[in-house]
């Protein structure tokens, strides 16, 4: 088990060590859940937006919209890829 130590910044704002997200395969713009445990502990995922977005790029016409893909997914998939374009969306309005 890898062990690295990080200290939390001002903002509550800390890096996530390259070895693991390497390991993990954390990569730029990905959705991470933070879950606490009863002990304290907290726990990071890496979320997906869409089990089935390659399954659905085939049936994908050229009038097919954003609101008729977000249509196609279920509540769960629909509030993560919201949550995705919301970070990405204030990512961009720091520049």
Sequence with gaps: M???YRVLGKKGRIT???EIR???GFRYNDVLSFTELDDSSVVVRKEKICDN???LEEDFEENFTLEDFIDS???EEQRNALLHLSLLW???QKY
């Design 90 to 92: 204030a990512e961009k």
């Design 22 to 24: 390497q390991r993990i």
């Design 73 to 75: 997914l279920s509540e």
């Design 16 to 18: 996530i060590p390259f």
């Design 2 to 4: 890898l062990k690295i």
């Design 53 to 55: 977005c390659k399954y």
